[in-house]
């Protein structure tokens, strides 16, 4: 009796597996083929092209690390996968085939590994994997998932980007309400774009050791300033020192009506020692953005618009 129950079980879990592959075939969206019908060239077909972005080359000079995003329009979704380019024979192989979505590869300074953001328990956080692709390993479990990353110039620290709630929420407002989806808006930015305005991004620093994140730190705790800037701001809105003591982020630090007509962006030096940080662009009012240290850590580079207010000005490159 026993004997055939074990053998139903086990007969029960391969079904269950075999749905599950089946059902992780079905929704793979990767490479199609790409058929002309005719001699034009139509919106589908466009969609149908793999999009390639962030090459990263590596440390020896003989690789490059890249991503190719994939379209669907019958699932109006999107995945990305990487790919390692042998730059001598121009021959490219794939890292990674699954669902998830890879994105913002960058490579080990010893370029023995990969490291990438992919969906762990549906929040984005921080893997590495070898050179050829081998061992995937999840490294973080940060509850509010990681959005982008930056490692310090010898790896001992990790600079990254999470999102902080923008205020209460309803629910927060009113618990007996904990399904309601409806806002209460009494302040602008309420919405930017596209987007309702619940969570805001805050750039953290943390200690990487083996692969675990300790003693994070929210350089903007307790405000709710953004940075990177809302709403195309990317990783590239903050830079490290070269001796990996000072965190360089761009940052408006505004809120509410003036947040919304002012576009007085600055650049600030945020030092890891003593948690001190000093506005570097002081008096300059319009956007300045993206920093990026010398390599000696003597300059900055900055691109820097000269009006407050006019978000079509000419940006200007700044040292």
């Not at 790409?34 to 390639?52: A, C, F, I, N, Y």
Request: glycine share 8%.
């Amino acid at each position: 009796m026993i004997k055939k129950f074990l053998i139903l079980a086990m007969a029960l879990t391969m079904m269950a597996c075999q749905d599950k592959q089946k059902q992780a075939c079905e929704d793979y969206i990767g490479k199609s083929e790409l058929t002309l019908e005719s001699d034009l060239l139509t919106p589908e077909m466009l969609w149908k092209m793999g999009r390639v972005s962030d090459v990263q080359v590596s440390p020896d000079g003989k690789k490059a690390l890249y991503g190719v995003s994939y379209y669907s329009v019958e699932k109006n979704a999107s995945n990305r996968e990487l790919f390692l380019l042998d730059i001598a024979t121009a021959t490219s192989k794939a890292l990674t085939h699954s669902s998830k979505g890879e994105y913002q590869a960058t490579w080990s300074k010893d370029g023995k590994y990969i490291y990438y953001l992919a969906s762990n328990d549906g929040k984005m956080q921080l893997w590495r994997m070898n050179a050829d692709g081998s061992k995937a390993t999840c490294l973080s479990a940060y509850e509010g998932g990681i959005d982008a990353y930056l490692f310090s110039p010898d790896e001992t620290k990790l600079l990254f980007v999470s999102q902080v709630p923008n205020g209460p929420t309803t629910a927060d407002i009113y618990p007996d309400l904990p399904k309601s989806s409806g806002l209460v808006i009494n302040d602008v930015m309420y919405k930017h774009w596209d987007e309702w305005q619940t969570s805001i991004p805050h750039p953290f620093v943390a200690d990487f050791n083996e692969g675990a994140l300790d003693n994070v730190v929210d350089l903007l705790e307790g405000t709710l300033y953004e940075s990177p800037m809302k709403p195309h701001g990317g990783i590239e809105q903050l830079a490290w020192s070269p001796d990996g003591k000072v965190i360089a982020y761009t940052c408006r630090k505004k809120t509410g009506l003036d947040y919304s007509l002012s576009t007085n962006s600055d650049i600030y030096l945020y030092t890891l020692e003593d948690g001190s940080c000093k506005n570097l662009t002081e008096g300059m009012m319009g956007y300045d953005t993206n920093p990026v240290y010398s390599p000696s850590g003597r300059y900055i580079a900055f691109s820097s618009m000269e009006r407050d207010g006019y978000e079509s000005d000419k940006n200007r490159l700044m040292i």
